[in-house]
């Protein structure tokens, strides 16, 4: 996944970059093809058992970009692993985790209403993940605040730690407090699959398929990310140069980084 | 010396509170004030009131929390005191627990206040008092560590005052929700029930008091 990241401009080669982006296109597409005709509808819940394919794969990713956004902070924390990339991974991941989250609960909403007859219900895993929703919209938040490089992705690790520290808390306060949902059809206690054939195979590749557009998302917003502080810094030069240029003898006292007393 | 160090901190809080009187004579009506406007959503004759107590009394905790984190925040934005602390020469951990118990004492004294409206304006028992009081300190302790935890995080950011209510109710959703419960268990006299929610919240407040402890230094080196 480090790709080049020794020099922390790429998380991917440009052409593992390219390669990945169409392999995931094609995963998509047969996914959609798959999920719409090639499995079979289901004996109870008909169509609408359809949108598993993308409900349960949804979840996955937010559960991965969360548990990436963690481990990424706790490596730029540790001094011998600190670098900008894992500010960026993390950052980066955060965001994905938050859409993918939202992503699952209106999923889930939209299968919720014609099985159980309600878009929302209070049961344990719901709760979690809208609570899980609302701790990383806070990351982001945060995030954005703009900051000293080094100040803002220490003050971010920590509170992605803290954070993840609070997701099993949550969790486990919220199963005690009220459990209705059907246990979990893959992984299970007995981790035996119950759904066989194409359909299993759906669900699968549907795990796969997202997680391949995690990857290629995450590359991209890391990207996108990098090409952000190379056009700051060059604004920052430009704006030096006019100020210079207008009046030669101006002094060029290096202010407080922007909007650091924010 | 780490005690020491604490009650250094915690003292200074505290008798700042003791002059200014910000938390006893705004904090504390602004609670009894939310109080008063459950009654008025919920209609205090159609006796939900008292069914929903524990849940209304938390729920105005937790505001209240808010505006006591945020001012134990705010005394130290002027003059340079976050400067003052950081030179101090005082431990980070040790800030963090004299700054958290001053605001657990504040919360304390505002929950008794607050308990005594819900049982008088609300009509509630309070009698199996054991976990009730044990389920409050553990609860309070734990909101208190995480507000102190995420002030210093935005301290001296100019958005603090609507990001942390942002970042901490999320974390602090279990203990709402343990608090909550053990208090009905109380108040239904099943104690039984009260109990894993007394440890769940006790867990959370070591938890929270732990990772305060180590974030705490290098946070408020770089706020």
Redesign the interface.
């Known amino acids: 996944m480090t790709g080049s990241a020794s020099t922390g401009d790429r998380l991917l080669k440009p052409r593992v970059a390219m390669v990945l982006g169409w392999l995931t296109l094609v995963a998509v597409v047969v996914l959609a093809l798959f999920g719409l005709w090639g499995a079979p509808p289901d004996e109870i819940q008909g169509d609408a058992q359809r949108l598993m394919y993308l409900h349960v794969p949804a979840a996955w990713v937010a559960y991965l970009a969360f548990a990436v956004t963690a481990i990424s902070s706790a490596l730029w924390l540790w001094r011998r692993t600190r670098s900008d990339v894992w500010d960026r991974v993390a950052g980066s991941s955060a965001e994905l985790g938050v859409l993918f989250t939202a992503l699952t609960l209106v999923l889930g909403a939209l299968w919720g209403k014609p099985i159980w007859g309600v878009w929302w219900a209070w049961d344990a895993r719901l709760v979690t993940t809208a609570?899980l929703f609302?701790?990383y919209?806070?990351y982001l938040?945060?995030r954005r605040?703009p900051a000293a490089p080094e100040?803002r992705a220490?003050?971010c690790a920590?509170?992605a730690?803290?954070?993840f520290?609070?997701v099993p808390?949550?969790h486990?306060?919220?199963t005690?407090?009220r459990t209705l949902h059907q246990d979990g059809t893959v992984f299970n206690e007995e981790l035996s699959a119950q759904i066989h054939g194409v359909m299993a195979f759906t669900l699968w590749f549907g795990v796969l398929a997202f997680t391949m557009v995690y990857l290629y998302l995450l590359d991209r917003r890391y990207r996108l990310m990098v090409l952000d502080e190379e056009r700051e810094e060059r604004e920052v030069a430009i704006a030096i140069e006019e100020r210079v240029s207008a009046d030669p003898n101006a002094p060029v006292t290096p202010t407080a980084p922007a909007g650091a007393?924010? | 010396m780490l005690w020491r160090e604490v009650l250094l901190v915690a003292g200074k809080d505290l008798r700042i509170e003791a002059r200014s009187r910000v938390t006893l004579q705004q904090v504390l009506p602004f609670g009894l004030v939310v109080l008063l406007l459950f009654a008025f959503a919920l209609d205090p004759d159609r006796g939900v009131l008292e069914r929903v107590a524990p849940g209304l009394f938390w729920v105005t905790v937790l505001l209240a929390s808010l505006l006591a984190v945020s001012r134990s925040y705010t005394i130290e934005a002027d003059n340079g005191a976050r400067d003052g602390l950081r030179l101090s020469g005082l431990d980070g951990p040790a800030i963090f627990l004299g700054k958290a118990s001053a605001v657990a004492v504040q919360l304390l004294a505002l929950e008794i206040v607050l308990a005594a409206c819900v049982v008088v304006l609300y009509g509630v028992h309070l009698d199996t008092l054991v976990p009730l009081v044990l389920a409050t300190l553990a609860a309070t302790v734990g909101v208190a560590a995480t507000g102190t935890l995420y002030g210093v995080l935005a301290a001296g950011l100019r958005v603090r005052e609507t990001l942390v209510p942002l970042l901490v109710l999320p974390v602090v959703a279990p203990v709402l929700l343990g608090a909550t419960r053990a208090w009905e268990a109380a108040i239904d006299g099943i104690p039984s029930d009260a109990w894993p929610w007394v440890g769940l919240l006790a867990v959370f407040a070591v938890l929270f008091t732990g990772v305060g402890m180590l974030a705490f230094g290098p946070l408020l080196e770089e706020s």
């Open positions: 609570v609302f701790l919209l806070g938040a945060l605040i100040t220490k003050r920590i509170a730690l803290i954070a520290v609070d808390i949550v486990f306060s919220v005690w407090w007393s924010r």
